[in-house]
């Protein structure tokens, strides 16, 4: 069974900061890896979307990275904005699974 | 411009009752899904389809039941409300074959069951 685990829970930073939010999955048999934005008492918002075959993506500021081998994205926020402030989630599709399994979610705050 | 609503976006209800939350998207999407989202639990999947007619248990399947006549919708219904489904449900389509494309949401519908 697919599990998604995305550390630190919660992060606060100063506004400019690069930083980068983690996600690791346990099955590296993976098709694709999505990361999500949710603003509070909003639905989730996709930001990027990685096929098994490739290495990163980029949108803007953002750049998100996969390495299947070792079961981990990263999702990397260049000068981060007040308004970058959002829970950040990440879900994997692996076939033979159930649709996209999701982690619990990163709760991002830039402070101006 | 394309999009997934959800209605209603607030409901209150009693324990015992039936209640219907609505999606309804507009991309023309094979796959749509019902997940719930909770404190401490995070996104779980209820229910989702492939197409019209298909439906699936998701991992939180008991005490709801959905049914998929047209593309467009899929309704989710809880047979006899509990308080144990007070919630924020989410429903989401995407495009490609077995859910495995970039994945739409809607805004939500928080229910409470009193």
């Known amino acids: 069974k697919q599990e998604v685990t995305q550390i630190p829970a919660a992060l606060s930073v100063p506004e400019g900061e690069n930083l980068v939010l983690n996600c690791s999955f346990t099955?590296?048999?993976?098709?694709?890896l999505q990361w999500f934005r949710q603003d509070p008492g909003k639905g989730l918002t996709s930001l990027l979307l990685?096929?098994?075959?490739?290495r990163e993506q980029t949108s803007g500021r953002l750049n998100a990275s996969l390495d299947k081998s070792s079961g981990r994205s990263t999702l990397y926020i260049a000068a981060s904005q007040p308004g970058d402030s959002a829970t950040y989630l990440c879900?994997?599709?692996?076939?033979?699974?159930?649709?996209?399994?999701f982690g619990k979610g990163t709760r991002l705050s830039v402070i101006a | 411009d394309a999009e997934i609503t959800q209605s209603p976006r607030h409901k209150i209800t009693e324990t015992g009752r039936q209640v219907t939350l609505a999606c309804h998207q507009t991309?023309?999407?094979?796959?749509m899904f019902w997940y719930r989202q909770d404190l401490g639990h995070g996104l779980r999947l209820i229910h989702y389809?492939?197409?019209?007619?298909?439906?699936n248990k998701g991992e939180v399947s008991d005490g709801y039941s959905v049914s998929r006549s047209n593309t467009e919708d899929l309704p989710l219904t809880l047979e006899s409300a509990a308080s144990s489904q007070t919630s924020v449900y989410f429903c989401?389509?995407?495009?490609?074959?077995?859910?495995?494309?970039?994945?739409?949401f809607g805004e939500g519908s928080r229910l409470t069951v009193l």
């Open positions: 991309w023309n999407h094979n796959n």
């Open positions: 099955d590296s048999a993976i098709y694709n």
């Open positions: 989401a389509s995407s495009e490609s074959r077995q859910g495995a494309g970039e994945l739409f």
């Open positions: 879900a994997v599709f692996t076939p033979g699974n159930t649709p996209l399994v």
């Open positions: 389809s492939y197409g019209v007619q298909d439906t």
């Open positions: 990685i096929q098994s075959s490739q």
